[in-house]
């Protein structure tokens, strides 16, 4: 048992510091830091293994043009034949190993924005678009793999394999090394200047997709009104300016994207350009200047093979670096979700077990405030014992779907406190309940993964179900539309009950459960909720229903937020 009160002293000592968008995508890569450490060794091993292979070559055109018969030829030959070997394995397990990382990572991000969105409730909730949080939740949390499984490794690689390349360089050449070092910063110098630019851009794109998806399942739903009204042609222009709009974000940040590059790959190509041309006039004894005298065929061969590897891991981090950016895009928009305060309630409740005589839920003196509306429920004070059923009556409006709220932990209150005494979440229903598109298990499995047919089959008859489903060729595996389509009103109610039944839960919370329904389903929901009372559950119900009002314990009439009046029946 845990009083919930909204303090200012509480919200302080909960919250943290908000994060941003490049602490949480450091918080997610430090939990998978073994597996994105190995993933660079692996790297470094693929890069160690292409200079080897380079020296190599070097070593065996030098000795093929030069005669020298220190050693056999088919020795270097078999070495590298080895090296290339050894370098295929390394980049398997750099590869396979930075998107296990990823995977992993992603999994992670995913699991804790759908535990934030648990925690902030369907009120929380109701202004943000479902199309929008599931295009968050797939394709923004999968923009995040291209920054974990390439962009990490690669930025430790572009430190530490052009190191080795300028150290073998400089040892050979320190003319030739100096030309590696000034063109090397032009590269990242570059890199970082495009990367702003596509950050802002990737932002904006995930922003369009987002009110796209919201725009487009609008319309989906709506579309029988649309078709009645003759506006379907209109309705497909919009959908088609705002894709449009969609397609025209999404080739300019390509064009950045391909422009960057052709622009590095110019550095690096100028930069190996002048190289070219030193050792070449060096060797041909154009140029005396430094150490340009002492060059040999090894030694010019060598520095001509390894100029493109030193730029190599620097042009693999600028391409790279575009992942970069699209991960900052969509961590900005997650970061939003996860940095919203969750209700205090819904934080602190559900954490005692009922005992004795001890209420169920306890309001005291609550009050809730919502933005733009001041107070809409309160002062309130109200006890529940167990096994009690209460009904909520007044006009609409008045603050009952708010009073149900709280006790669910939906919303926090502003003044008073909440004491809720159950070891699991209160049931929750309304008078139009989620149906997902899938079977009537699928359904079920909403309120308990683990239930086995068995037990979904005796949940639907305690709703009163037993009949349809013995009708149903397909039983449990008959599938219904999304909001209950192909179901009648009623038959959409009592499947949700079903999945009250299904549930533990000792607390029952009902929002108006037979409005909009027909007599006859209106007497079977009744009959149904009768089955929960017999089993010992505790019924709070928002209802105008004279028969839901006659089976309750308790009738507590609500005006205006403000509890005016109580009858025992």
Same mark, same amino acid.
């Given at each position: ?26 918080? %997610? #890569?430090?939990?998978?830091? +073994?597996? &994105? !450490?190995? $993933?660079?060794? @692996?790297?470094? =091993? /693929? ?9 190599? %070559? #070097?070593?065996?055109?030098? +000795?093929? &043009? !030069?005669? $020298?018969?220190? @050693?056999?030829? =088919? /020795? ?23 998107? @296990? ?469």
């Amino acid at each position: 048992m845990k009083a919930i009160t909204d303090t200012m002293a509480s919200r302080d000592a909960q919250n943290q510091e908000p994060l941003t968008s490049k602490r949480w995508l450091q918080d %997610l #890569a430090d939990g998978e830091r +073994r597996r &994105l !450490t190995l $993933a660079t060794i @692996a790297g470094l =091993g /693929v890069g160690l293994c292409t200079i080897v292979q380079m020296l190599l %070559l #070097a070593i065996i055109i030098d +000795r093929l &043009l !030069t005669g $020298a018969p220190e @050693a056999p030829v =088919g /020795v270097f030959f078999a070495a590298l034949i080895g090296v290339l070997g050894v370098r295929a394995l390394a980049q398997w397990a750099q590869e396979t190993t930075a998107q @296990a990382a990823s995977l992993a990572i992603r999994a992670r991000a995913r699991a804790a924005l759908l535990d934030q969105l648990t925690a902030l409730g369907p009120v929380q909730l109701s202004s943000r678009h479902s199309a929008g949080l599931g295009s968050q939740l797939v394709e923004q949390v999968e923009a995040l793999d291209g920054y974990f499984a390439r962009f990490l490794p690669q930025l430790r690689l572009a430190t530490a394999l052009p190191l080795v390349i300028f150290a073998i360089v400089l040892g050979l050449d320190w003319l030739a090394a100096a030309f590696l070092l000034l063109a090397a910063p032009l590269i990242p110098l570059f890199m970082a200047l495009v990367g702003m630019g596509a950050q802002r851009l990737n932002q904006a794109q995930f922003a369009a997709v987002t009110r796209l998806s919201g725009h487009f399942l609008d319309r989906v739903r709506g579309i029988t009104t649309l078709q009645l009204f003759g506006r379907t042609a209109t309705a497909a222009a919009e959908v088609f300016s705002a894709a449009d709009d969609y397609r025209a974000r999404s080739m300019k940040t390509l064009r950045i994207a391909f422009l960057s590059s052709a622009v590095l790959e110019f550095f690096a190509s100028v930069a190996i350009a002048v190289i070219a041309i030193y050792v070449g006039f060096g060797l041909l004894g154009y140029i005396t200047y430094g150490p340009s005298s002492s060059l040999t065929l090894f030694s010019g061969l060598t520095i001509l093979l390894l100029a493109p590897e030193f730029f190599q891991p620097l042009r693999s981090l600028s391409q790279h670096y575009h992942d970069r950016a699209a991960a900052l895009g969509a961590a900005e928009a997650l970061v939003g979700i996860l940095n919203e305060t969750p209700p205090a309630a819904a934080k602190a409740t559900f954490e005692g077990r009922t005992n004795g005589g001890a209420p169920v839920v306890r309001l005291t003196d609550v009050c809730v405030e919502h933005a733009g509306r001041g107070q809409v429920l309160g002062p309130v004070s109200l006890e529940v014992s167990r096994g009690e059923v209460i009904a909520l009556t007044g006009p609409s409006g008045a603050g009952k779907s708010t009073l149900l709220q709280l006790i669910a932990g939906f919303v926090a209150p502003s003044d008073g406190s909440v004491e809720v005494m159950s070891d699991r979440r209160p049931a929750w229903m309304d008078q139009r309940p989620l149906v997902i598109q899938g079977t009537i298990a699928d359904n079920l499995h909403l309120a308990d993964t683990q239930a086995s047919d068995v037990a979904m089959r005796a949940a639907l008859e305690q709703a009163g179900l037993a009949g349809l489903l013995s009708r149903l060729p397909e039983g449990l595996d008959t599938s219904v539309g999304e909001r209950g389509a192909g179901l009648s009103g009623g038959q959409t109610q009592r499947l949700a009950l079903a999945r009250v039944f299904l549930s533990d839960a000792s607390l029952v919370l009902l929002d108006e459960p037979t409005a909009s329904l027909d007599e006859a389903s209106e007497a079977e929901v009744a009959a149904s909720l009768v089955r929960l009372v017999e089993e010992g559950r505790t019924l709070v119900i928002a209802t105008h229903h004279p028969a839901l009002i006659a089976m309750a314990h308790r009738v507590v009439h609500i005006v205006a937020g403000q509890r005016v009046e109580e009858t025992t029946v």
